[in-house]
């Protein structure tokens, strides 16, 4: 199992922006799937973004479709959500994983292997 490190999380105010990063400890990012969740209080974690490793398919929830961004850092080890426009609602504990089963199955959490710690998100209305 692969501990995976997020960053960039932080309070910031809505409208502002955050860029969170996640990548492997220790190892590079092998995966098929990078996704990133989130869960906000007394609510289940949900899909917020995925992305198809190899090749750079991407795919959103629709609440942050053309406010979020993700994609791979040069390095190809490391996975970068860009968001902007944010809204309070946005607030939440924010995950990455990664997972290898087929594309079809990238909002399902319980297909991916590996998560990070979580990196807290809160936006002020």
């Known amino acids: 199992q692969v501990q995976l490190i997020e960053s960039g999380g932080g309070l910031v105010q809505a409208g502002d922006s955050l860029s969170l990063t996640c990548a492997p400890s220790g190892a590079p990012f092998s995966s098929f799937i990078m996704g990133w969740f989130r869960q906000a209080p007394g609510k289940q974690r949900e899909f917020v973004s995925a992305?198809?490793?190899?090749?750079?398919?991407?795919d959103y929830e629709d609440s942050v479709q053309g406010r979020f961004t993700i994609s791979r850092l040069n390095d190809k080890s490391t996975g970068l959500l860009q968001m902007n426009l944010l809204k309070p609602e946005d607030s939440a504990v924010y995950y990455c994983?990664?997972?290898?089963?087929?594309?079809?199955?990238?909002?399902?959490?319980?297909?991916?292997?590996?998560w990070g710690q979580g990196t807290q998100v809160t936006v002020s209305s």
């Open positions: 994983a990664a997972g290898n089963s087929r594309w079809s199955r990238r909002r399902d959490a319980n297909e991916y292997k590996d």
């Open positions: 992305i198809w490793w190899p090749g750079g398919t991407t």
